[in-house]
């Protein structure tokens, strides 16, 4: 994740102290010596939608063996033990779960950061309510496009309306509220509109999320943007985030996914504006790249332990037979092994690339997903070869 607000204004945010913080990059069990990973939690795999790239394959049916409330209970004091920071409520849509609030009381009474991943359609004036004086630190409500791509992607008329209906419901009682937008070839000239949407609306944060081919998303690997089209969508969202700081709006905006990203924004300020490249280059180095399977970890509905939410397929341990703490702190996985310590075993281009020590090899769900191997080159990596041999390390 990359706080383009962060690295070109240098504004802060909740997320920031831990994606910044010193010592982040060197601990293998966390954020810190004294904080463990940040877990995103698919409380339920029941959704009420049917997008085309879930990457948990959902769909609006009851799915048997997940979590029971009291085993539920016990994985969240278990993360308070182990001094998780964030826990983001994901599905699935966990909105659907009948005891999603008293899961996010307990989060907060444990004094862990609760976070929402949802599709906002079931966001009414109501829930919004009760979201804010729970104490929900932040609600992400994913929209792919305005109306008609968005509903395309959701595979439901009026998803849109709907999920716009539950931010303005957010907005409405102070509760903080994000978009999230996935990018694809569908939607990406769409991005200057949601710009424009985001100020309209008066949203806080928009997080733009590079496609991962996972789940459902596995079979829109030909529907992701070329690396001249990625490069062109972050200029323009780079320009949009400037210009909103310009005219005085205080939004967050972040890309997902691709790390990638902060060393493209790094060589075109190092042109314009070299002491904020500077600056750019230190936080890079503090944050050390993907921390999937360091200071960032999954759990599914049925209890199982994954590096991050894209990578279903490998599966470190399960909390019904061991805590979260002692899974994560455990090395005898060769996949959680090889992610805490990566650069030996990262092949082709991430191998010799001299941006290693910030990108940290990328995403591997990608890699392995194209090449059938796990430690190959991220194919979404779009710096060309002359920039992967420049280096300001």
């Known amino acids: 994740m990359i706080s383009l607000t962060k690295f070109l204004i240098g504004t802060d945010h909740y997320g920031d102290s ?33 997008c085309i790239h879930c990457y948990m394959n959902s769909e609006n049916k009851k799915y048997e063996g997940e979590l029971t409330h009291n085993e539920a209970i016990k994985f969240i004091h278990d993360l308070a033990d182990f001094k998780v920071p964030v826990l983001l409520f994901s599905g699935g849509e966990p909105l659907i779960r009948e005891d999603f609030f008293e899961l996010a009381q307990e989060t907060v009474k444990l004094n862990i950061r609760p976070t929402i ?46 999920a716009l209906k539950g931010i303005e419901s957010c907005v409405s009682v102070g509760q903080r509220v994000g978009l999230r937008f996935t990018i694809n070839r569908h939607n990406y000239q769409e991005l ?5 949407l985001v100020e309209e609306a008066n949203i806080d944060r928009v997080c733009f999320y590079h496609l991962v081919y996972s789940g459902r998303g596995s079979y829109m690997q030909s529907e992701d943007l070329t690396h001249e089209e990625t490069r062109k969508a972050l200029d323009l969202i780079i320009e949009r985030t400037i210009d909103f700081h310009r005219r005085g709006l205080k ?13 493209y924004l790094y060589l075109r300020l190092k042109e314009i504006n070299p002491k904020r490249a500077d600056e750019v280059l230190r936080l890079m180095k503090t944050n050390g790249g993907n921390r999937s399977g360091i200071a960032f970890a999954n759990v599914d509905s049925l209890g199982n332990v994954h590096p991050d939410q894209f990578n279903q397929n490998h599966i470190l341990g399960n909390i019904r037979k061991k805590s979260f703490s002692d899974i994560w702190k455990d090395t005898s996985h060769p996949i959680l092994a090889g992610l805490k310590n990566r650069k030996p075993l990262l092949k082709g281009r991430c191998q010799s690339c001299n941006w290693l020590q910030v990108c940290n090899g990328n995403f591997r769900a990608r890699a392995e997903a194209v090449t059938g191997d796990f430690w190959e080159a991220d194919p979404a990596c779009y710096l060309t070869d002359e920039e992967i041999q420049l280096s300001a390390l």
Request: glycine fraction near 10%.
């Open 18 to 50: 831990l994606r910044y913080r010193h010592g982040a990059r060197n601990n293998p069990n966390g954020t810190s010596e004294s904080c463990g990973p940040v877990v995103a939690w698919n409380i339920t795999r029941t959704c009420n939608l049917n």
């Open 117 to 162: 991943s949802t599709n906002g359609t079931l966001i009414t004036q109501q829930v919004a309510k009760k979201l804010k004086e729970i104490g929900i630190g932040y609600v992400g409500i994913s929209l792919d496009g305005l109306q008609e791509v968005n509903d395309l992607f959701r595979k439901k008329e009026g998803a849109y309306e709907a």
């Open 192 to 196: 200057d509109r949601i710009f424009d």
């Open 251 to 263: 939004k967050e905006i972040l890309t997902v996914d691709n790390h990638a990203d902060g060393v």
